[in-house]
């Protein structure tokens, strides 16, 4: 059952579907997710492009959680699912008469993942671009000398997302071990996501107890590692060790660099950042990018252009209806649903609207 709205709850749900599971997707009527609305750019039947991209593999029903007849339907069909996802805040679903400990309790192997902004006892919503501010993202992304930054995408929701997967699949893992309502009712908050995912940032603040700073597309721990413009557009280079080092300068013609013992660790590179960066940069500037890419190619040192997201989704497969296929071995079995699409359906046959579905469409 997906009772989430926007993003994170959505992208797992739609995940799981996937991976082969069932998914309902319960919308309030009239308007449904609000993502619907989040556009231009529509597509020819009206759905905006934000819905479709983390609403494949759906059935969609409508119900009004303010009529106690719709909330006796939803209740119906929890009671014989095996998965619930939403991203209600504190006491909301208990106020319109669902009583998710008692349905827990109820069914022992019943899984719930409510998905919040900031943790299972904050009622602040759970905005991607919040969370980035503070989550500390947005103070090292960035120019050095710029304002903070966020991420292009909305990572927090997506990381979320994820991690709401990973959990119920490892609930999913642990069945029949008598989990308690308790340990079967997951929380995973997008401010969590975002705080853990700063992995070696947080590491390293931890370690030296300053402040991270901003790099932009420069790395706190290496160097080279970041862009560079070629004569026709920027490609970075990112040099992981110290013989992808020797490597690189070699591949760029600058046999002084390779040969200074001063540069020969990643320690040394850090305190002659400048230098490194400034005369790497003026050499590639000298020629095109794919003539770059090659010579460091051929000796194995990590290197790309910069792509735009039309060719980055030419190389892979992505459908305007269905979105990105599915990295996972998953396969793509539904387009997004329009609103209420199967509530006739699934009001009349429950779960088992799946397999009329299924007969219909093989007929």
Request: proline letters at 6%.
């Amino acid at each position: 059952m997906d009772l989430s709205r926007v993003l994170a709850g959505p992208l797992a749900a739609m995940t799981l579907g996937d991976l082969g599971a069932d998914v309902i997707k319960i919308e309030r009527p009239v308007t449904g997710d609000e993502t619907r609305g989040w556009g231009p750019p529509f597509d020819a039947d009206g759905e905006s492009a934000y819905y479709l991209s983390v609403n494949r593999n759906k059935l969609s029903v409508a119900l009004d959680l303010n009529a106690p007849a719709d909330v006796r339907i939803l209740e119906s069909l929890i009671r014989t699912a095996d998965v619930v996802v939403d991203n209600f805040r504190p006491g909301t679903l208990e106020r319109r008469g669902l009583n998710v400990s008692a349905l827990l309790a109820a069914q022992r192997e019943l899984l719930w993942c409510t998905i919040t902004g900031f943790g299972p006892t904050s009622s602040r919503p759970g905005y991607d671009f919040v969370v980035q501010a503070e989550s500390g993202w947005m103070a090292i992304t960035g120019e050095p000398a710029g304002s903070p930054m966020k991420v292009g995408v909305a990572l927090a929701d997506v990381l979320a997302g994820k991690d709401a997967t990973i959990s119920i699949l490892g609930g999913l893992a642990s069945r029949g071990r008598g989990r308690t309502a308790a340990e079967r009712h997951t929380f995973v908050s997008l401010a969590a996501s975002a705080v853990a995912a700063l992995v070696n940032v947080a590491q390293n603040a931890l370690v030296s107890g300053e402040n991270a700073s901003r790099w932009g597309n420069a790395h706190a721990n290496l160097v080279p590692y970041e862009l560079f413009h070629a004569a026709d557009r920027p490609i970075v280079i990112a040099v992981g060790s110290d013989s992808q080092w020797k490597s690189c300068a070699r591949a760029l013609g600058l046999a002084g660099l390779a040969a200074d013992e001063r540069l020969a660790t990643n320690a040394g590179r850090i305190a002659n950042r400048e230098t490194v960066v400034n005369t790497i940069a003026e050499r590639v500037g000298s020629r095109p990018a794919s003539y770059w890419l090659t010579a460091l190619a051929r000796v194995g040192v990590p290197a790309g252009i910069v792509r735009t997201v039309p060719e980055a989704l030419a190389e892979v497969d992505a459908s305007p209806l269905t979105g990105v296929a599915p990295n996972a071995p998953g396969t793509v079995r539904l387009p997004p649903p329009r609103l209420d699409e199967h509530g006739a359906l699934v009001r009349q046959h429950g779960w088992a609207a799946f397999e009329r579905l299924t007969s219909v469409r093989s007929a």
